[in-house]
């Protein structure tokens, strides 16, 4: 398919555990967002990149969450040491260059940890 | 900063009624709006999108939104809706030039026969 693609699309991790979730944007894609989505609430903005470059992380919630595009296309999104809050689901977005922002999502990953 | 609100968590009405779905935002600069739609089990799509131009846009399937920059808001309205609209959907204000897309909390369509 020509969609965003995540996997897993069901994550069950133990707290403290350390998970790493994946995203394969549309082919061509320049820019690749990261959102989470906690239950009954709107995405919020974790980070994006431009290629392989990370312009702003600054919607990370700590020092666990690291996220990387080595080479511009497939991204990771990691989580250390997993606590309880962070159950949510984790959404990926590509977009071409110049679209005026328009994004595609792709169906997340729904992360809880007991 | 940007935000978005979404006035209702909640909308339900009859199949074949006209739907509103109230968007406010906020920002002290340009912005370009959408709004997206999410389907159960599924991604959120674009449902349709003011970037400049004509203030009143349109998505293939009726909906139609009209951006008001006096009262900052893009309520989302379609004069007849159908059980297969029944979804969550998300206001979203991005400002131009930049990157950074802040979303509503979502309001969820319930259309009952």
């Known amino acids: 398919g020509a969609g965003v693609s995540q996997s897993p699309r069901y994550k069950v991790a133990k707290r403290g555990q350390d998970v790493a979730l994946r995203c394969d944007p549309i082919?061509?894609?320049?820019?690749l967002f990261w959102y989470q989505q906690a239950l009954g609430q709107g995405p919020e903005f974790l980070t994006y990149?431009?290629?392989?470059?990370?312009?702003?992380k600054s919607g990370l919630p700590s020092d666990r969450f690291f996220a990387e595009r080595p080479e511009g296309s497939v991204s990771t999104l990691k989580i250390q040491r997993t606590q309880q809050e962070d159950s949510a689901v984790y959404l990926c977005?590509?977009?071409?260059?110049?679209?005026?922002?328009?994004?595609?999502f792709g169906a997340g990953t729904r992360l809880s940890v007991l | 900063a940007q935000s978005v609100t979404q006035l209702d968590s909640q909308v339900p009405v009859f199949e074949e009624a006209p739907v509103e779905l109230r968007c406010n935002y906020s920002?002290?600069?340009?912005?370009?709006l959408f709004w997206y739609v999410q389907y159960p089990n599924q991604g959120l799509q674009l449902l349709l999108k003011?970037?400049?131009?004509?203030?009143l846009v349109e998505s293939i399937n009726g909906f139609e939104a009209e951006f008001n920059k006096s009262q900052t808001s893009f309520h989302l309205r379609k004069p007849s809706v159908h059980i297969s609209d029944t979804a969550e959907y998300f206001c979203?204000?991005?400002?131009?030039?930049?990157?950074?897309?802040?979303f509503g909390a979502g309001t969820r369509l319930f259309v009952k026969a």
């Open positions: 977005a590509s977009s071409p260059q110049r679209e005026g922002n328009i994004q595609y």
């Open positions: 082919s061509g894609h320049v820019s």
């Open positions: 990149f431009q290629n392989e470059a990370q312009l702003d």
């Open positions: 920002s002290s600069v340009s912005v370009y």
């Open positions: 003011y970037l400049s131009g004509s203030t």
């Open positions: 979203a204000v991005t400002h131009t030039g930049g990157f950074k897309t802040i």
